[in-house]
């Protein structure tokens, strides 16, 4: 099997470029001074342009296609790889070199327009960008090819297999009883002091706490850490090193503690990797929409359980003492919390995924080209005003808050849903077993992260999201288990 | 002039790789968790190796061979970069591949025997690896050509222009008057208790205060930044990034100030190169004699003067309560005590240069072959005694407690002292400027970086070291003005 194995050589050099170019990334975020940006900037740009060369070049294709003849049924993860990279060249090949400069350039453009336009709050600055970034995106889809519409071929870049229709389907379904669930959840909220866990929480204390919960969890910081940024991420710069970051608000713990709780669910799943395979589709993160199931299993399923809060409250309150005067009941309930916003990343789990089947509509109009660019803020203060009962006050707490779509990011918010669904799914079936259960019941989670790694980490990218959901639960992605979980928190009492 | 700018071109892409493998090496050293450390290897052999191909590819040299005839007198600083690439590509060259192999193997090898030798104190065990080393030296040496001994050869990799014999003649006046300056501070410093500054200093206060005078030294925060290792250094990951390192004793603040001061003083030169010049000659340090000539000027020569703790003693005071009860005089006396040390790392400003000198004789002496390395720790206890008038009580304190030698860095021990009596000869000429002086005598330092910063940082690699020195101070390198420093400080009174 020797064009396999020289493929894998040329898939691991690959990924030691792309490992390198999330070492200057991570650097760039966390401890970067100000005036290397332009340098940083050329770095990346190289390594980026040498791993795209690789990946492109005739070397690539031609061992490619002298291997799979040479693949056998007995050998499931070569099949998977092949198949991946098979699909991965043939989608860079469909693109020129120039359309690839010129996304490059108009989104570079894009981005500093959307900053400006954000500031002033000024749609019209932004829209011209918008129109351009568009273009390109229905180019691209269109140079992909796509059965029924457009935005199927973005989707496929972050979620293998998936289709608009199907996931459309599952919104539609979701879409009344999420907004039920929602305004019922911000009722009850109506009595809980926004500033009842409000107090003195020095930041050495904060990680202290956040390190210890990320190591009960299982999160290995001998092969990771967790840094301060504007914006929490995590991101993977090898096989033994995953980072996380998070940001501290010295008078509400819960900011950075849930930031690591999401990101930790991240690096776990980074973590349960099959390092021997790192750089090849089998060590890799399957799609967006499993990645986020992780991430939001542990920030809500677990994270703001009262299983969890009975282990680790009595700790929290040790490190900050203003706790001590608060019940756990009330604890919970302020956890629980929840209120329309209008910015979607200061929302809550009640509300979240009402921001993102927002935007899934509007992209998916945009790209049909049955919405025009300039009737973006009408026709997303008219959604707003649909799924929340409020009118955003500007374009900036509306249609102009998120940096996606100056980055080309078009048919990416969908799978911040699909995460939730996923995470419900994976978390329902995991506690149905017994010993699963009572490990989360005495906030004690290796048996939950054991069956996690089995089903989900050490697959990689063997099968594609529906499938993997249904070898981990019996069937594809569905929305009645997260349902049955947000009526479960906020329906009848707000933390049953 | 096509191939000139294409040659310009080809060095900073060389440069970009190589300020890449600067921010992994930057990452290891300082946030890194462990189980990174294989992966982070092979990213970094890989930019090495893509870097060094680039360098010494057909493509580098047929660009210089049609941009050196094309070069005019007219313009000194192409001149000086066609000269600096061919001196580097001949030297590179001349070593054939398998050799930088065999050495990067040998080395390897080397290191690891070198740490568990140390850690038994046991010769024996490092002894053929050092033989292995030497070998390879010598054969580097005589591929590159030498016109007295091999040490040259070696030497020139670290020092261009140098010859072994012109350091050898400033030694060799050095060394009985370093002899007697180091006694008679030894003596005097009798009287001192060690322990007159312990006490309890924040290491968070101990940051503060080392960014104020780094900051007031002129150091660009926006260009660079302060971490944690455990070895002090300084790193140049771009025209804009320049990082230092320090590490912290809680119980002493000096330790991290003048790690700080030191490191500063050649972030300093770092950040005073030509930026546009970034991965020209021309934008680069000279060589490692003057760069530790302008860290040692900082540390020493401004650090531990009276008129600088004149300014910060009291604010150090302001940080650590316990300064207060210490005399100005009796400070000044505590940073220069000086005593007897087998370990050169932390030797003091009045023994350091004997540890120097003793290295670079009997390296000297292995590469002409006139020491077998069997004979290596008694020749030096031997040697010790005669400097020092002490013998080390084992190997671990003796021939074995420095690094170099196991990574094949025969040739380099020399320009520690060559900076120091750079570093004394370019104070004493700024100085005798009395706009400089007088800021000197105030703790204000901008008329002396401005100085340095056109008498040396700006000018790259444009001039050797001595042409260098010569252009600055109208003198090559030369022992009095050292002498002179050394035998104020430590002659009649303490701080004179």
Known sequence: ???????????????????????????????????????????????????????????????????????????????????????????????????????????????????????????????????????????????????????????LGYERGATTSAVASLFAELKPQLATIARKAVEQSAGIPKDLLHGDYPVEKQQQLNREIAESLGFDFEAGRIDTTAHPFCTTLGPGDVRLTTRYDSEDFTSSLFGVLHEAGHGLYEQGLPPADFGLPSGTAVSLGIHESQSRLWENHVGRSESFWQKWLPRAAELFPNLQKIAPSDFLKSIHRSEFSFIRVESDEATYDLHILLRFELERRLLNGSLEVAEVPKAWNEAFEGLFGLTPPDDAHGCLQDIHWSMGGLGYFATYTLGNLNAAQLFQEAVSRPEIASGVDRAEYQPLLKWLRQRIHAKGSEQHPADLMRSATGRPTESAPYLRHLRGRFGETLHA
Chains 1, 2 share one sequence.
């Open 1 to 155: 099997m020797n064009s396999y194995e020289d493929l894998c050589s040329l898939a691991r050099e690959i990924s030691l470029i792309h490992s390198t170019a999330s070492v200057l990334g991570w650097d760039q975020e966390t401890y970067m001074p100000p005036k290397s940006l332009d340098h940083r900037a050329r770095q990346v740009a190289y390594l980026s342009a040498k791993a795209h060369a690789l990946a492109t070049s005739a070397d690539f294709r031609s061992l490619l296609e002298k291997a799979e003849p040479e693949a056998t049924a007995t050998e499931p993860t070569q099949a998977a790889n092949l198949r991946e990279w098979r699909y991965e060249l043939e989608r860079a090949a469909r693109i020129p070199t120039a359309l690839v400069a010129e996304e490059s350039e108009v989104t570079s453009h894009a981005k500093h327009a959307w900053v400006e336009s954000r500031k002033r709050s000024d749609f019209t600055l932004f829209a011209p960008h918008l129109t351009r970034v568009l273009e390109i995106a229905r180019r691209k889809a269109a140079l992909w090819g796509f059965k029924d519409e457009p935005y199927d071929a973005l989707l």
